[in-house]
């Protein structure tokens, strides 16, 4: 009991049971996984996630919320490394989708279940995730075409371009055969980047 107060206090209580979360979904899926089964695994009482968390639909979404907060920190460290714009702008590309692919692997059979039944908040939630994706990506394409790297006139307009023609290849939009194959979807991001790049590049910034 008493290390069940200690935890409870803990400031990163609310991280620590996404990281619950992230397990359960692994081991049971998102329809078996009881609001009973998280506690137990963060070994607080039930009392103490609703505190946190108002629901199981909730708490499932904000591991979701949690996993793109993640990738966009990860997106911004590339936007800053050492390379030519177009580089960081493919890195980013696959980054997006690849980020995503490795934070659920350990629950792929179980995502289609939980994708069905959150589907209308997790639509909602999604596009409030695209949107901040959208103004990252617009920051460095603007970079690029203030040196001339690309041509684009509305950085939002080509961000969002770009967003939706690798959204096909995020894991949600995969079945669970097609989540099985990390290598040939890494590829055929990369493909994707390179082919879109191609469109964008005045030809002074190949890589």
Sequence with gaps: MGQMRQIARREDISDLIL??????????????????????????????????????????????????????????????????????????????????????????????????ALRQEFLARRQRHFQKEILLFAEILEEGRASKAFRCDDAKATAQTLLWATNSLLPYSLSAKELGRRKEIEAAVSRTADLLLDGLTTGLDRT
């Design 19 to 116: 990281d619950g979360v992230d397990a359960l979904l692994g081991r049971y899926g998102y329809r078996k996984m009881t609001m009973e089964d998280l506690a137990a695994e963060v070994g607080i009482g039930k009392g103490t996630i609703y505190l946190h968390f108002p629901s199981k639909e909730e708490v499932v979404l904000s591991h979701i919320d949690r996993i793109v907060d993640r990738l966009l920190d990860r997106l911004r460290e590339i936007r800053e490394e050492p390379l030519s714009v177009r580089e960081r702008l493919k890195r980013m590309l696959v980054a997006r989708v690849m980020f995503r692919f490795d934070s659920v692997g350990h629950y792929t059979q179980s995502l289609n279940d939980l994708l069905s």
